[in-house]
């Protein structure tokens, strides 16, 4: 019973070439899923990023600050996409590696011998795409043109897995009302309003991929405010010091200066220094008392 029923289904995909339909609404999808990682990332990367301080013993210049605050930032415009476009090669590398089936059965179609017994023999048989040249069970990468009732899709492509395909595609048809009503009546009817993107985008004609490596992001845009920098330092007190050659006049006038300087003092301290020796020797001299030594002499017994 299943292997009946996965044949037909493999079949109905394959004759009435409905995986163009499904791949495109996979595409939109996956598109969807991409901007909201890529906007969780972002956020989280910016809240990380704010928390780094810049410590200094001294308020620094503008221009130093700029120069610190650029290659922090260089960094940081570095190191985000990098993070994000590994995760997704890990992904992709895990599916790719264990030859994983897709959900569409795009890479892989199963084909059953009908013997007549209650158990039949399934295999699975790789898809072969870009007009059979390239086939799943070799790479994963493999991509055709899309099409829908004969009608060829710009920039969309249908492949092994829908990501992959997807990845290799570009969005050139939103920029085109004629093919953005094209692919809004393959799944409905109805009178929402679409509109194209803008002209002034530069990721008319790049592929997804590039477009994820760089987090879906068309321009970053930065500013350095040092006035917040400064505010939030907030010194309270500052200092400064500056060089300037000593002329031959300054040197004099300073050393004029210095020796009529001690001549003041030395006329002040001097009587003072005069005064305090004199008190000085004047109470030794009050402490010094005549010592009367005297001797008793015995006369000598003569005999």
Known sequence: MLTKLMTKINNYLLENNENDVVFALLHFQLLSALCSLANDTVNEAITEFSQNTITNERVQSQESIKTQTDIILSRFLLSTPRTFKLTLDFIRYINQGNGIVSSIFSNWHFVSSDTGFAYAALWAVPHAYNNNSCICGASSTCISKASFNGITIPG???GCYPFESLLQSTLE?????TCINQL????THSNMTFNPLSDTLSSRNTTVQSIVNNLLIERWETEVVYENYYATC???????TFDEQISPIYTITIIIGLFGGLTVVFKLITPIIVRIGYYIIRYRRRRVSQVVTVMTIQQPNIL
């Open 234 to 240: 907030d010194p309270l007190w500052c200092t400064y």
């Open 156 to 158: 969309l492509h249908v």
């Open 173 to 177: 048809c939103l920029y085109n009302i």
């Open 184 to 187: 809004k009546s393959m799944y």
